[in-house]
């Protein structure tokens, strides 16, 4: 009711929004002539002045209506397009770290420009975020005279770019790339061992195209730069082989399973979770599997002892290999590897592996080669990654109906910005169908009739099987057509240039985040490059523009009798589970006022409707009399399709939000950890880092002493006088007095603790010595995080289980998780000062001299060839500075070197190489 109010009082949102943008559109229209007046080479000076007047403490709001009006008028000169008022309305939204909605086809790449521009004026760089390298390459390489024009560099963020190269492109003024390069590039710099291997230089501002396709449809899936572990490849080839002797949970009536915990009788030995793609075994179906592993000799004793529960875990990702991924719809198989599928674009995503062993069971599965298991060595969620930027912008065709989870998590606003010309496509009601097969006979008879008239079609589909159905039977009809998927996602352009030609028909795999748009009749700009071939002769681009001005003149007629025929006619297959989606598809017709037409044809059998309606919608159908092949129009199915939807909606808004709650515990620790590895990184002083770590043990160890020492002096000297020697190799000699007076003993201690480190920076010097502390820090911090990476995810696993004893998992999550943290960088830092303290360094004359003995004497030589005994056996890579002053001093190791076969010292269990020898 009071939004009721509101509304009738000030506007609808929308209306309130563009109001507030239209005195700033009016100032930068009153500039465009005075940027129409400028030559060519005031353009760059004109940004210099920008620059200038921005150091000296303009803020970019005032620099915005000279900005964009430049803009503006650069992209007129360089494009031959000037954009649109409603362009620089969503420019103006971007500049504000908004997200701009508008529809397919209104020009997103060049609203971009001048957002980008202004806020690449202070020189800390703007990143422009696509969904592809693709699309990445394109829009840079199409915007790059504009923004040259105006003085500005731009790069481009390939995926397949060495360090050299990236760093180069990162430092230009505004940079191009994907989302998950930019997320890896962030990971790989904070595992970097000095800062000029890194390729980042911040995160000032980024402009996220298909916004909500990336913030929130990948939003699930964190980004995972991942190491080879343990070969555990046979036990997924020997799991895979005994999965055929388990049986599903044998269902009730109601199509439900029965529980156990109620005391129903199960039959049957796993039950499966379509919703969540989740296994679950019942009591005889885990006798079973310790049966079957126990006659294959595989393990011991039972299957829950410790050793033998890992085997659980590779029943379960077999099971959803085999039951709940599907190939040709989750994944395909090509050129002899798993290539998981994007639900969302319908893309191949090339270098991704699921993660936990999944794509290991499905590469069993398929019976193909068994890649080795990868370790954890870095993530990020996207979520988290797009929070590291000082301002967030973005913009896309569909975001409004996601605009609360854009609040909550990103705390980014959404504008609906008009679209240039009304829109004139007819969107038609849902056709419904009882069964699968009737739907199909349908959409091919429409499909061809609207084909024999020359309409061009668009027919979306979920998945690369049903596509592929899809085209056989379009094939058996006669109909000649294009198939869009991630099979031949080669040919993407040259399918798209031709979709909206007269006759075409083009069948595609989830439409979302092309990027390209379709226009009507063809596209004149690619049939003439078709034509010119790859022909770099001096006049190749004079033979291309008498090409493309010959092919627009007989597009121009190809328009004319494609727009009398209707327009585009998009079909979709079946409802998406998201509202989005199905709006970005059929967002593909209409664009900038052309007729068009979009009609959803649905059958009780689709996905959504069985797992998200049931079956008993289709029962009810039947009961109330409708027949097969008979269509069904009511506004009550509709909203009953929009509801499954919602739930579905909901129900993906609720795990991507609960992913974040328990990532921010992580994210809170990775934080830390990447700002102690700068820290480490830029200190020039690492000595004092260890003399205070050195501090707070030995004041620990003398706390300890003043508690023992009331009930056993002896007892208490002792544990003083081990602790001492294990952890610096330091020899406590007890004098008079120091049993009555601790803090004085404790005092004396450190002192010579803090003269040997002294003596061994006189000895190799200090550039060198903060050189080796470096290279310990980093690479105990790195393989410290790798271990709390793994025991977080053991963690987060452990905690569900606590719900049953009325706790709540993710406050357990987040106590334990900082009480392993706090623990790890107590390790880190101990183990760094102890190590320092053990390796010796020394000449001959003190080489036997108890350290307690030694005098402060300077000693002037070292080798800096003998720097591999810090290493504790671990070789390094990295060559500290070239700091050598002659050969007599000698290296004395005071612990045992490890083995690359010996068990690890850590306690693990795992051979040295496997674990921190790796």
């Given at each position: ?404 989870e854009f609040a909550k998590i990103y705390n980014l606003d959404v504008v609906v910005i008009p679209t240039n010309l009304p829109v004139a496509r007819q969107d038609d009601d ?489």
């Amino acid at each position: 009711m009071f939004d009721s109010i509101v509304k009738a009082l000030f506007g609808s949102q929308h209306e309130r929004d563009l109001k507030a943008l239209l005195p700033i559109l009016h100032s930068v229209n009153e500039k465009e002539a005075w940027a129409a007046a400028l030559k060519a080479e005031d353009f760059p000076v004109q940004t210099n002045l920008f620059r200038e007047r921005h150091n000296k403490g303009e803020k970019l709001e005032a620099l915005l209506p000279e900005a964009f009006a430049l803009a503006r008028e650069a992209a007129r000169r360089n494009l031959g397009e000037r954009p649109y008022d409603v362009q620089v309305l969503g420019s103006i939204v971007l500049h504000q770290g908004k997200i701009a909605e508008l529809k397919t086809g209104e020009g997103k790449t060049l609203m971009v420009v001048a957002a980008a521009y202004l806020n690449a004026i202070p020189g800390k760089g703007v990143h422009v975020v696509t969904v592809n390298d693709y699309l990445a390459e394109r829009d840079a390489a199409w915007m790059r005279p504009i923004f040259a024009y105006m003085g500005m560099t731009v790069g481009t963020i390939l995926s397949d770019m060495d360090n050299s190269r990236r760093k180069e492109n990162y430092a230009c003024d505004i940079t191009y790339g994907t989302n998950n390069e930019f997320g890896f590039d962030y990971l790989r710099d904070n595992m970097c061992r000095d800062m000029e291997s890194r390729v980042q230089r911040g995160h000032n501002y980024c402009v996220v195209d298909e916004i909500d396709s990336i913030l929130i449809d990948e939003a699930r899936t964190p980004l995972i730069i991942s190491g080879a572990a343990e070969d555990d490849t046979f036990k997924f080839a020997e799991v895979d082989r005994l999965l055929g002797s388990l049986e599903e949970v044998k269902k009730k009536d109601d199509g439900e399973y029965p529980d156990e915990t109620q005391g129903e009788e199960v039959i049957g030995d796993y039950k499966l979770n379509e919703k969540n793609k989740n296994v679950n075994f019942s009591n005889a179906g885990m006798t079973k599997i310790e049966e079957l592993l126990q006659k294959r000799g595989l393990i011991k004793g039972a299957i829950v002892d410790q050793e033998n529960f890992e085997f659980l875990h590779y029943f379960t990702q077999a099971l959803r290999a085999h039951k709940l991924f599907h190939i040709d719809v989750d994944y395909v198989v090509q050129d002899g590897q798993v290539q998981i599928v994007d639900e969302f674009t319908g893309r191949i995503l090339h270098g991704r592996r699921y993660s936990d062993g999944l794509h290991q069971a499905i590469e069993a599965k398929e019976r193909i080669k068994i890649a080795q298991r990868n370790r954890t060595l870095a993530t990020i969620t996207f979520q988290n990654y797009f929070r590291l930027y000082n301002k967030i912008s973005g913009g896309t065709g569909t975001a409004d109906t996601e605009a609360v989870e854009f609040a909550k998590i990103y705390n980014l606003d959404v504008v609906v910005i008009p679209t240039n010309l009304p829109v004139a496509r007819q969107d038609d009601d849902d056709v419904v169908y009882l069964n699968e097969k009737d739907k199909y006979n349908a959409l091919c008879d429409e499909i061809a009739e609207a084909h024999k008239k020359g309409q061009p079609m668009l027919v979306g589909t979920v998945s690369i099987e049903k596509s592929e159905k899809l085209s056989a039977l379009l094939t058996r009809k006669g109909v000649r057509h294009e198939v869009l998927n991630a099979k031949n996602h080669a040919r993407e352009a040259a399918i798209i240039a031709e979709a909206g030609a007269k006759g075409s028909v083009t069948i595609a795999t989830n439409m979302a985040g092309r990027g390209t748009d379709i226009k009507l009749g063809g596209n004149p700009e690619h049939r003439a490059r078709k034509r010119a071939g790859t022909d770099a002769s001096p006049d190749a681009a004079e033979k291309y523009a008498a090409l493309y001005k010959e092919e627009y003149e007989k597009w121009k007629n190809d328009y004319a009798e494609v727009k009398s025929l209707g327009g585009l006619y998009v079909i979709g297959t079946e409802r998406h589970e998201s509202r989005r989606i199905d709006n970005q598809l059929r967002g593909r017709s209409g664009r900038q006022g052309d007729p068009g037409r979009s009609k959803f044809f649905i059958s009780m059998d689709d996905d959504l409707m069985r797992i998200f309606g049931g079956e008993n919608i289709k029962n009810l159908m039947s009961k109330i009399g409708m027949e097969e092949g008979e269509p069904i129009y009511h506004p009550w199915l509709s909203r009953n399709i929009e509801k499954a939807q919602k739930k579905v909606e909901e129900r993906n808004f609720e795990i991507r939000k609960h992913l974040l709650e328990y990532d921010d515990v992580l994210n809170q620790q990775r934080k830390f950890i990447y700002e102690q590895r700068d820290a480490i990184l830029l200190d020039k002083n690492l000595k004092a880092r260890v003399n205070d770590a050195t501090a707070d043990m030995l004041d620990q160890y003398i706390q300890e002493y003043k508690e023992l020492q009331r009930k056993d002096m002896t007892a208490a000297a002792k544990a003083l006088s081990e602790n001492l020697k294990i952890k610096f190799g330091y020899t406590l000699k007890l004098e008079e007095g120091d049993t009555k007076n601790p803090d004085a003993l404790e005092k004396r201690i450190l002192e010579e603790l803090n003269l040997n480190i002294d003596e061994k920076d006189k000895i190799i010097g200090t550039e060198y010595l903060n050189y080796i502390i470096r290279q310990q820090y980093l690479m105990m911090v790195d393989n410290k995080w790798l271990d709390h990476l793994e025991n977080m995810e053991g963690l987060r696993e452990a905690v569900g289980l606590r719900s049953y004893a009325q706790k709540n998992p993710l406050t357990e999550y987040k106590v334990e998780g900082f009480q392993i943290f706090e623990t790890m960088i107590d390790d880190i830092r101990q183990a760094i000062a102890s190590r320092l303290h053990l390796v010796r360094i020394q000449t001959g004359e003190s080489a036997n001299r108890p350290l307690s003995a030694r005098s402060s004497a300077t000693i002037q030589d070292a080798s800096h060839g003998s720097v591999s005994a810090f290493s504790d056996g671990a070789s390094s890579s990295h060559r500290g500075p070239a700091r050598m002053q002659s050969e007599n001093a000698t290296v004395i190791r005071t612990q045992p070197k490890v083995g690359r076969n010996d068990p690890c010292p850590c306690g693990s269990g795992k051979k040295y190489k496997l674990c921190h020898g790796r």
